[in-house]
């Protein structure tokens, strides 16, 4: 309250301090409390009648027998004095009690004076001053605002109803508490002003409609005063609701044709609407005024409206769609909206605000209509072959405009929005989809939010009527491309283009091998096991942007153009962003490359064109063999004609020689390959093709050895035993060693070597290895991998050799068992141990080929790989148990001078990958995903599973890879591409690759978490990071980390390259070690 504002206050004050005057000298502190029948805020006291006043007087120790009271206006009293006699006491605390009831005053400020005597008119033991406001007006409601007052359930912007009110008080104050809605349920919202004209105090509702049934609810707003008086406000609000279809509307996704050749309904009831005469006009989804210029939908009857008829509780309206230009110049799709009228009996009158008609219960779901899709008739006429329509070809939309939840403003904010397109099917009445255009899901900076409302208004359509009117597609097929037509309406290009400009898109033509099987007859069945990349000549591209001029054919690489073979379909995939013609032929790519000598640098790649070997002087002609996987193309090499997949030999000089290798298409594109030869001088000899590739590397780390030679003892069964002391190790160490051999080579017999718990503490505590160096191996332990404080003793001893080995393995070393034992059972070690083996050179005739095998309890074999250097064998192995070197023959004739060799026999020799045939493995030929999938399953392991039902349509029983695509699918590794498919005889790329071998790890407890930026910080240094699809960067980034992948030479990553059988090979074992299931 602000006191300033009241009359006779400041006089008041004064005297209330002459009061406060008249106390006793030295007398206490007294203290008041007074308790009335109104409301205190600040306090002042607020009354709309006075009557009784009491409380208490603490006299801080004085006597007190009366306590008298009056009313004031400033300093006139306006009461007759009241006291109390009769009081009621506490110590020092006196109850009293006045009675004020009869006193006639006016609305204003007042104020209770009160005194406490001892004996009046003996001493004053205390006095106080009270104000008080005495207000019997009630508040004024200025206003009551309701927004809107009718309200449609599911219509823009939101599902809620906005009450406000702004009341003033010439008196008493309007706390933010003293507004009360009643009638509905309402939440709370915020509050302001100021109570005292010319101000105004103000307060806000909001009505959720949601869960509210259709109907008119009345509702009361009522203001209260401090001092209680109130005053109220009745409005009332209706909550409608919208039911599409019935009466003859049967289209599921409400989607009118313009030009439909048959009839269509549009029908819907109102529900929640008062008893009364009803009618509608329909106009474009944009609030505002709707008289009869600005109705833009025809109605049957009654020219501009339609009159409504009772039906179920509600009223229905319906009418059949004019499909004719009088329903709106120029055609096209736009947004239903509807205003209700209703018959005050003077005329009609609107009846709330227009609201969109909607199907579901999403934002802006909207009901489009006039679709117009028939080109123009010279565009007809233009047409490659003459047009091949009856009609205009409908469309329906991906997802439907009737889906729940979808948002009209970003049609493509969580998926792509594809329209298909249909023409008449030879089935009579039927309809068949021929393709579609497919905008990509929203993201930022790279394709923009389909906004379907965008540019519409009372009288122009959104801008998306344009692109429907100027799009469109058939076919036209001529040997040996398909043309694919695009037709565009001249009148609206330049708007459809404007539109699309920042829009790209991916077009779809289905039923292609039915359509034009001879151009599916140019491909080779290998190439239809997998996804055919294309190239394009577009045609008359100025047409698109200019006056219509044609200009010459432009060649354009169009590399991520795909065809996508199936017996019963056949779809082509062409990314655009522009819509003309175009021409499409087979990918004029290599599919392999090799040479009879030298190896390719970097190894052949479809996508790379640049390649360089090295031979010896002693090779003066190389034989070059190109292969293509699609027929028809035309391969040149150094301008010579040559056939796919058959040598040409050509002749080389000493130094540098260039070969050039052209394919070409029959269409005009060409793709060149260039390979750069060195051929050695006279006096230069030997090979400059890589190192093959070891299996294993070791860090490089400088050692300082020690080594110790202990004494010996031989045991009655044979064995020696060896025991190094605690001084021996001591002084080794003490010498800076760290690494510490124990020398038993000279031992002959089974040896146990035992190192005491404190040796091994020592080692640990240093940073040292130990080795066991005996005749037949050498064991190294990394240091602080043994179990602390335990005596520890390593056995080793030559064992028998199965009496029967597999017919391609060969013996070449000594079996032996290797033991680590603490206390009386096995050590646990924490980390891999080393073993290096000797073997016999005599037998050996390609050290690629020789490995170290476990023997296991029953007899079998297990290979566990190793690298072969200096005569010997070394493995890093988790487990110990009975080993042999042995070489391993795998019988492939074309294996014998790749790089990956090693790598091929070791998986090959686990059992992970195989050969094509008993002599062929053909290291260069790309994997399938079927394939690929089989060769983890087996890294990892895991046994095939046939379940009775393929879970995939396109991996029947019947096929090689049934079982094993069926349990990598169980376990997790691979996933299917939709729909039901696997696509499992389709080429694998790199980064689906990568995604693979990361699920295995995962499941194997190997996997890898990047932190923070680490993703980009991994593909930082490939030149074509940004080809790598985004689902798939933070998984190459994570096998980039673990050293599972790496970059080609080039600096590239090739993410969409396809993975070759050599690189399974090697990534396999790579999959093999991390996960630590060698052995």
Known sequence: MRLSRMVGLRPLLVFVLCLACLAAPGAALATWTINTSGTSIGGVIYLNNLSAVNGTFD?????????????YDGETVVS?????DSLGIAGSVYSWNLDFTGISIGNSVYAFNLRAFDMYPGPQVGATVNNFVYD???????TVGVHPAVKVKNSPPDNTITIEVYASDILSEIE???????GVTATSGPVGGSSYPPDMKWKVWTVDVTSMDPGTYPVTVTVYDAAGNYAESNLTITVLSVELGGNGDTDADHIYYYRNPGSDTLSFT????????????????????????????????????LAGTPSGGGIAFTTPIINTDQNRAGGGPCPVAVQVYRDSGGGLEPYGQPFPLISGSGDLDVVLVNMDLEPPDEEKAAF??????????????????????????????????????????????????????????YEAGVQDYIDFLEGAGPNSAPKICSVFKAMGMAFASGEPSVSVHVYTDPALQAEAQDYLSDKKATIRLFNINEKFAEWVANFSDEQLAGPITLNETILNVSSVYDDGVTAAPNLVNWGTATFVYSENNGTLTLPVEHFTQYE?????????????SGVLSPAFNPDVTSYATAVANSVSTLNVTPTVAALNLAITVNGTTVASGLPHTVSLNVGSNTITIVVAGQVGSTKTYNLTVTRASADVGGDSSPTPQTQQTHPTTTETPGTITPETTTTPDGETNANVTESAVQAELAAGSTSVTVDVSTVETPVNVTVSGTSVDALASKGASLTVDTRWIDLTIPAGSLPSGQNITVSVAPVATPPVLPANVQLVGDTVSVEVKAGDGAATISKSVTLVFAYDSSSATDEA????????????????????????????????????????????????????????????????VKGVSATSFAPERAVTRAEFAAVMLRTMGLAEIRPETPTFTDAPSGKWYYGAVEAAYQAGLIKGIGGGKLAPERTITREEMAAIVMRVLEKASAGVTLAPGETTEMLAGFTDRNQIAPWAQAIIASAVKVRILAGNPDGSFAPRAVTTRAVSAVVSERVLKKANLIN
């Open 176 to 182: 933010d508490n003293d507004f009360v809605l009643s």
């Open 270 to 305: 109102v529900y929640g609407l008062p008893a009364g005469s009803y009618s509608v006009a329909f106009g474009r989804e944009d609030f505002g005024s709707f008289t009869t210029s600005d109705v833009v939908y025809g109605c049957a009857t009654n020219a501009w409206r």
């Open 384 to 441: 490659p072959g003459g047009w091949p329509f009856l009609s205009g070809p409908p469309v329906k939309s991906r997802p439907t405009f009737d889906t729940p939840g979808i948002n009209m403003k970003q049609m493509n904010a969580d998926a792509p929005v594809a329209f298909i397109i249909y023409q008449p099917d030879a089935m009579p009445g039927g309809y068949r989809a021929i393709g579609e255009i497919e905008f990509g899901q």
């Open 136 to 142: 019997t007006v009630a508040p004024s409601i200025a």
């Open 59 to 71: 006299s801080g120790g004085s006597s007190v027998s009366v306590v008298y009271g009056a009313v």
């Open 584 to 596: 499409i032929e087979p990918d004029v790519s290599l599919s392999n490359l090799t040479i009879s």
């Open 849 to 912: 080929n020789l490995f170290v095998y476990r023997i296991n309890d029953d007899g079998t074999l297990t290979c566990v790989g190793g690298s072969v250097a200096g005569g010997k064998v070394s493995v890093d192995l988790a487990h110990l148990s009975k080993y042999a070197v042995m070489q391993y023959r795998c019988g492939f004739n074309d294996t014998a001078n790749h790089w990956a060799k090693r790598n091929i026999y070791f998986m090959n020799a686990r059992g992970v």
């Open 80 to 84: 007759d004095w009241k006291w109390d």
